[in-house]
């Protein structure tokens, strides 16, 4: 849950342009760009050392300083769980390190803003990370909603233009085969709408979820995303576990695009873009009442109440995904799916 992370950041800046005196450039209605590189590497040290600081004390109040969204969903679970498991914290720990930093800084009118910041790190291989920076305001300090992991050969082609701005594609009304806006839901339905790619029939949501994986929503959905791990793969995985000799597990998927959960775009060369959008996910596994359940030390730690028949789990997942321009047979594909367990109820 909490081996990846990093955050907090420097206040959002106040251009100024030394014209004949000083004239100051308002981010809530110019056309600027959301900081400067100097201040994006501030931004990504600080998140190191707070995410550092946080990790090794088992700190969720550090955590929730420097991380939103889904990212922060994730890893204030997380770190509430090793508090209350290892209350002394991690004195082994090995503090997060940022190597071959990139910033991808769009030029944005108004608040909030974002960034992203691409770099190595000392963990995940050679794998690199893709942090999304957000702040509210211009006093408001920046911290990190989303993160995805790549691979070289996985890393999306950016487009930058000529001042060496990316360029912040908006969350509807675009030239993309799915509104950037409507990934969320679109992939809740695509889950929620029945069989993986080896087939199968029927809707495996539990009471509770999205409830629109049938009909027109789920049909369209299942035409949006590729085959893969986070799609046709989950399904299949879902599916085979749905039904055993002690359990029946029930699914259940919600969107969400609320406040800090709200997608993050950025135009690729290749016309479409990459977005970072986070989801809600529930399973509800129901047991025989002689049945032994066992669970983990960090589930038992989010867990309330007893789980004497049944125990539902309640997850954060927060992907990164590449969006084709509109044509015919153009899917979306995932790069990163990273999720966490923020809590269970027992019943």
Known sequence: MIRRRLCLGAAAIALTVPLAGCVTVHGERALVPSLRPAEAAKVLADFAAQNNKATRAYDEQAITAAEAGPL?????????AKHANNPGGNKSYSPLKFSDAKFLIPEQRGWPKFFVAEAKTNRNGDARWLLVFRHGGARQPWKADFLGVATADELP??????????????LAGTDLAVQPGQLSAQYANYLDSGAGAS???????????????SGKNGAAAAGVFADGPATSGLKDSRAKSAHTASTVTQYADQADVAGDFAPVALRTTDGGAVVFFGSRHQSRATFRADHPLTLDDDTKALTSGTPKTSITLYRVAQSMVRVPPKKAGAKVTFVSYLTGLVSAKGE
């Open 199 to 213: 087939g199968g029939s029927g809707k495996s949501g539990a009471s509770g979820g999205s409830g629109s994986g």
């Open 157 to 170: 082609d950016f487009a930058v233009d000529k001042a060496g701005h990316a360029e912040a594609v908006p």
């Open 72 to 80: 922060g969903a994730i890893d204030q679970a997380g770190v509430r």
